[in-house]
């Protein structure tokens, strides 16, 4: 199993960046995938989540109608899509599965990937 992300760097607050996941060695279709992420000195946070047919998805508040969450099955890839970033969401960004669900409860994600970081400065 491997969840590699890529996608992170330096940007400018007010910019956008596009965080990316591909997915090996799993039945990634019958997956809920998610992003969470950990700044210096704090706990790792949900960001957002996508069920297995990318149907449906949810967000933190925090990131709410700022970050956009896809996937492409066919693919087997998740992206991220960050707007209008803020110096506070400067982190490392994990990306993450959960079997048949889809939800923001970190313990119920059983595949992590190694994590992308994301600086945005002021």
């Known amino acids: 199993v491997q969840l590699q992300a890529s996608g992170g760097g330096l940007v400018q607050a007010r910019g956008s960046l596009r965080l990316s996941c591909a997915a090996s060695g799993f039945a990634f279709g019958d997956y809920g995938m998610g992003w969470f992420r950990q700044a210096s000195g704090k706990e790792r946070e949900f960001v957002a989540t996508?069920?297995?047919?990318?149907?449906?998805?949810y967000y933190a508040d925090s990131v709410n109608g700022r970050f956009t969450i896809s996937r492409d099955n066919a693919k087997r890839m998740i992206y991220l899509h960050m707007y209008n970033l803020k110096p506070e969401d400067t982190a490392v960004y994990y990306c993450a599965a959960e079997k048949g669900l889809a939800t923001k409860y970190e313990g119920n994600y059983v595949y992590w990937g190694q994590g992308t970081l994301v600086t945005v400065s002021s």
């Open positions: 996508v069920t297995w047919s990318g149907s449906s998805t």
